[in-house]
């Protein structure tokens, strides 16, 4: 068993110099498990087993200032009537999916209330077997990028109700989850709504041939 350890590692390393493409380059991916960060505060997109207390009472969605915690792992997928295949890049407003690593949850919004700003509420609803139109979110951003890369700003659009993910480092719960920022949807397109793709397993582009990769990607932000 002591050997399981430095070979999934190896496994994660080779994965994630695979999606580099043979450069400094690194895309998101369908099937990539990553972490969203908020740009203006560096907290993570965060989920546990803890419920609001108002509002749906369905599980809470936070930023959380530590980058190695495990609970803010996403699994990216695509729409349910839009699947995509694994190392499929994401495309500029391309509708994906954002499921919970650990609790198998998918990130969520509706029309409640959230529990500090009076925004609209964002939480962590489903299961695998579980899924509703609430789920589904579109990337964005101001380049003229197709795809999506790691480090670049997006905005993670509600396709529902056309709200944007955000943040703000001045609206922080108490206990039980002290420090934990909010996490909610905002109509305007301001620096809480700008996050973007930090650590993670990035799986390689599919649509990239070997010889290809050696090359480098051309389509950079």
Known sequence: ???????????????????????????????????????????????????????????????????????????????????????????????????????????????????ISGQQEVSAFGSDAQLDGGDVWSVEWDTKSKHWKQDAKVRIKHKDTGMHLSSNSNHKFGQPIHGHQEVCGISGKGKDTEWFAAEGVYLPRSDVKAKDSKAGGKDEL
């Open 1 to 115: 068993m002591a050997t399981a350890v430095p070979i999934v590692l190896l496994l994660l390393t080779t994965l994630f110099f695979a999606a580099r493409g043979g450069s400094d380059t690194v895309w998101v991916t369908c099937g990539s498990t990553i972490k969203l960060a908020h740009s203006s505060s560096n907290a993570r997109l965060h989920s546990h087993e803890v419920a609001y207390s108002r509002g749906s009472q369905q599980q809470s969605v936070t930023c959380f200032p530590e980058s190695d915690n495990g609970q803010g792992y996403w699994i990216v997928h695509g729409a349910v009537d839009a699947p995509c295949a694994p190392g499929q890049p994401i495309k500029k407003q391309q509708q994906i999916r954002l499921q919970h690593a650990s609790t198998r949850k998918w990130l969520h919004s509706h029309s409640f209330y959230s529990p």
